[in-house]
T-cell receptor
Framework: DAEITQSPRHKITETGRQVTLACHQTWNHNNMFWYRQDLGHGLRLIHYSYGVHDTNKGEVSDGYSVSRSNTEDLPLTLESAASSQTSVYFC???????????FGAGTRLSVL | GIQVEQSPPDLILQEGANSTLRCNFSDSVNNLQWFHQNPWGQLINLFYIPSGTKQNGRLSATTVATERYSLLYISSSQTTDSGVYFCAVEETSGSRLTFGEGTQLTVNP
């Protein structure tokens, strides 16, 4: 079955370190998205991609970057981790036409 | 940007009760999706419903796009329905979803 996998599931890092969160989907979807979810709130869009070599900034993109070198993967990099980036991060993908988004299980990141 | 408001923010039910969750949005949308986030954090798409009514078992959803709201109905609730229900809308300009703050549902046995 097709799926979307995030790794690691949990990560603890220190302020100032660079961190990369992985997202891999086997749906062959064109669109991929990264969201963050802070305690007790909805999801906010960080970055998204409509295809290989395409990346776009979302609502809360400062301090984050992504690159899309193939269809399956959209890694999210925190350039210099800050305590304000402690959150749960979700990756999602969708086909262009339907727009139904399928989510990974999430990565819980703590920046100390 | 578009605003998405969900109500109520919290809802506590006894098993077997019915409930209605509401989602209001501030502008025209290309599509609307309902998600359930279970207590373990997993997000599952329930409905893709830009307009009209859909049903899936005990759950159904109705979107009235012209009046900018959507309703999610849960009938004969079960403890496994507990979690957070999110409404998310896609603005007409692309496939980016804007999420509401969610409704926290607790179903007690």
């Amino acid at each position: 079955d097709a799926e979307i996998t995030q790794s690691p599931r949990h990560k603890i890092t220190e302020t100032g370190r660079q961190v990369t969160l992985a997202c891999h989907q086997t749906w062959n979807h064109n669109n991929m998205f990264w969201y963050r979810q802070d305690l007790g709130h909805g999801l906010r869009l960080i970055h998204y991609s409509y295809g290989v070599h395409d990346t776009n900034k979302g609502e809360v993109s400062d301090g984050y970057s992504v690159s899309r070198s193939n269809t399956e993967d959209l890694p999210l990099t925190l350039e210099s981790a800050a305590s304000s980036q402690t959150s749960v991060y979700f990756c999602a993908s969708s086909e262009w036409t339907s727009g139904i988004q399928y989510f990974g299980a999430g990565t819980r990141l703590s920046v100390l | 940007g578009i605003q998405v408001e969900q109500s109520p923010p919290d809802l506590i039910l006894q098993e077997g009760a019915n409930s209605t969750l509401r989602c209001n949005f501030s502008d025209s949308v290309n599509n609307l999706q309902w998600f359930h986030q279970n207590p373990w954090g997993q997000l599952i798409n329930l409905f893709y419903i830009p307009s009209g009514t859909k049903q899936n078992g005990r759950l159904s959803a109705t979107t009235v796009a012209t009046e900018r709201y959507s309703l999610l109905y849960i009938s004969s609730s079960q403890t496994t329905d507990s979690g957070v229900y999110f409404c998310a809308v896609e603005e007409t300009s692309g496939s980016r979803l804007t999420f509401g703050e969610g409704t926290q549902l607790t179903v007690n046995p």
